[in-house]
């Protein structure tokens, strides 16, 4: 019993893996289908908020700190870092790329976040001891793994005769792919970089405002609406609003559930 509570991180770390694999497999067919990156992103953090205001009413109505403004636009920046922007980024990412490139790419999360942690003594490297040795070497290694999908993409394992998929790819010429391929990965490393900011934020808001479920809603809720704004501010053809593919209702209840996971676990 002890062995399996042992390892219970790691079956977690696994499932979660799976979960965000399965995610950006689906995310790459509705953005390959033509859903609007805003609006998969404004229907995610609504329903997000909707199912987290109940939670964080009842469960931390008695240890809720008193919300001021500041704590109010931290968690505003932490909607643009950690939600809106960083999955916008990653949305343009994942369609100009591939879902296996995006699984891989998000494991420079860790080292990025490392990094800029640094300078702000979050962390402390000792050279002297292994686990010091350990995180340098991992740091390299990620890096250098994340630079090699960056500037070679391989050659296709398999060929589908008559999918859509390889009709498109006949229609854009080498040069087309790959400028599609390098935009791909800088928005990648941009969101990468927004996504550990991030972290870096919500260990200050985390001090000062010590409620999980409730500084994420009031985070969703800001999310939705900067996401919802610039939707309507760039395009105002009210149709993409429509879900009308059962891929894309799948997708945007599947993403949600998978969010709503991660924040109980």
Known sequence: MKKCINWYPVFIMIAIDLAFAISNILLKKVVTDGMDHLVFITYRQ????????????????????????????????????????TQYLFLVGIEYTSATF???????????????????????????YSSGRAKVIGTLVCL???I????????????????????QSIKLSSSKRSERWTIGSLAMLAGTF?????FLLQANIGER????????????????????????????NHSIWYLDRK???????????????????
């Open 46 to 85: 609504s329903i997000s908020t909707i199912f987290l205001s109940p939670l964080a009413f009842f469960l931390e109505r008695k240890s809720r700190p008193k919300l001021t403004l500041s704590i109010l636009c931290h968690l505003f920046l932490s909607a643009i870092a950690g939600a809106s922007l």
């Open 102 to 128: 995006a699984c891989a790419f998000v494991n420079m999360v860790p080292v990025v976040t490392f990094l800029m942690a640094l300078p702000f003594r979050l962390e402390s490297i000792n050279l002297k």
């Open 148 to 167: 090699l999908l960056t500037v070679y993409r391989g050659i296709p394992l398999v060929h589908f005769s008559g999918s859509q998929h390889v009709t």
């Open 144 to 146: 250098g793994g994340a």
């Open 247 to 265: 891929t894309d209702i799948i997708a945007v209840i599947y993403a949600v559930s998978v969010f709503l996971n991660i924040i109980s676990s």
């Open 194 to 198: 927004l996504w550990s900011s991030w």
């Open 209 to 236: 405002y010590p409620c999980q479920y409730s500084s994420t809603a009031i985070m969703t809720f800001f999310s939705a609406v900067q996401s919802a704004l610039f939707s309507l501010s760039i395009n105002r």
